[in-house]
């Protein structure tokens, strides 16, 4: 039975060719391996937050999600962008804010600053409708006088750990998010977010899904499998997990070690020594004109699984789900008829507390929940792992 509430996304991929994606990718996976730290100036001034790593935002990311979100009473809908790595909820930056009977202005005021880009202005309490059953009342929203480094949407819904809000409202420690007051609200019974995706073959189509407080039956073809936060730092900042990844049968090219789940990286980043097993293993080259790793035709045709084990279950990422979708060759800057693998070096040895990332590419192939309330991750098939869509 499907528990929890949706909400659909659109899932857009960059258009600057697939060196920025990988330049994206890697510097994203240089933050996460610095550890955490929150994303308010007053608190990098006073050193507050959970940790002094750089800020990993959705400005940082190859791959953007944006969702239709109601603001007021009646609500205006806003496009903003969805950020599991920031926290506060703001308007603004393209369309205006428009009060209505049930906004406050608190009178405080908010600076939230982003891997490339910054907002400033007021915070006001207000109505936020997610969707019919997903209404969140005196939610905080940040309304922008200034922001900078965002185009074609109107704002962020930041879906991360409510510890990034930290030093961004004055006067104020911590900003619930939109997914506490879910929870508080009694909305939802788990303070958790499923995530799944139907594979991309087309920029910018409205193929993914957000469930609030549970799990969508109806998107999986198994048991979501859950294990706990990975215990080992900085992994464990972020929705990490311990894993060993095979190649095939029996060729272990990752040993069990901790990495991270991130809807923000858009390839698999697999640590140096790992990415170097990978390559001799499936014989495949860099193309220079994209640097991704490519195989012919016949290599295609001999290519094996790369078999991911978390918790005691293995997840199979089939030769299909491992090359970057034909259909959006042109998004690289490639060619047509090549066939590009999305497994990419992580750019650090194993051995550094986060030596892979399962990013979109392998998103779109399983179900995943990120649950806070218990502080786990789970994972499930679902009716794309196995399909033919590249």
Excluded: C
Excluded at 67 to 74: F, H, L, N, R
Excluded at 78 to 90: A, E, K, P, Q, V
Excluded at 167 to 194: H, W
Excluded at 283 to 302: S, V, W
């Amino acid at each position: 039975m499907t528990s929890g509430y949706s909400v659909p996304f659109s899932a857009n991929i960059g258009s600057g060719g697939a060196k920025e994606l990988i330049r994206l990718d890697r510097a994203r996976a240089q933050k996460f391996l610095s550890g955490v730290g929150a994303h308010g100036p007053l608190a990098r001034n006073a050193g507050g937050g959970s940790g002094s790593g750089s800020l990993v935002d959705v400005t940082d990311s190859g791959v953007t999600y944006t969702a239709s979100v109601g603001v007021g009473s009646p609500p205006t809908d806003y496009t903003l962008l969805i950020d599991t790595g920031s926290s506060n909820t703001w308007v603004g930056a393209s369309k205006k804010y428009t009060p209505t009977s049930t906004s406050k202005n608190t009178g405080n005021a908010i600076n939230v600053s982003y891997g490339s880009g910054k907002m400033s202005g007021k915070e006001y309490t207000d109505t936020v409708t997610l969707s019919s059953d997903l209404v969140i009342r005196n939610q905080s929203i940040g309304v922008a006088s200034s922001a900078q480094g965002f185009s074609d949407v109107d704002g962020i819904i930041g879906i991360g750990p409510v510890d990034l809000t930290q030093g961004t409202v004055s006067n104020t420690s911590n900003v619930p998010t939109v997914t506490d007051n879910l929870f508080a609200q009694g909305t939802i019974a788990t303070e958790s977010i499923g995530i799944s995706y139907e594979p991309s073959t087309s920029t910018d189509a409205v193929n993914g899904e957000l469930n609030f407080g549970g799990v969508d039956d109806s998107k999986i073809t198994g048991d979501v499998n859950f294990v706990p936060i990975t215990s080992t730092s900085p992994a464990s900042h972020y929705w990490g997990v311990d894993q060993d990844v095979t190649y095939g049968t029996g060729n272990t090219i990752l040993n069990t070690t901790a990495g991270i789940v991130d809807t923000g990286t858009t390839l698999v980043l697999l640590a140096t020594d790992a990415f170097q097993a990978y390559t001799k293993a499936t014989g495949a080259t860099e193309d220079k004109t994209t640097g991704l790793l490519t195989i012919t035709e016949e290599q295609y045709n001999n290519l094996q699984s790369l078999f991911f084990n978390i918790g005691g279950v293995s997840y199979e990422l089939t030769p299909n789900a491992q090359i970057w979708p034909r259909a959006l060759n042109s998004t690289l800057g490639g060619n047509e008829g090549s066939i590009y693998l999305i497994v990419s070096d992580l750019g650090t040895n194993s051995g550094q507390g986060l030596d892979f990332i399962n990013g979109f590419g392998w998103l779109q192939r399983f179900y995943t929940v990120f649950d806070t309330t218990n502080a786990q991750v789970g994972f499930a098939t679902t009716p794309f792992t196995d399909a033919e869509t590249n």
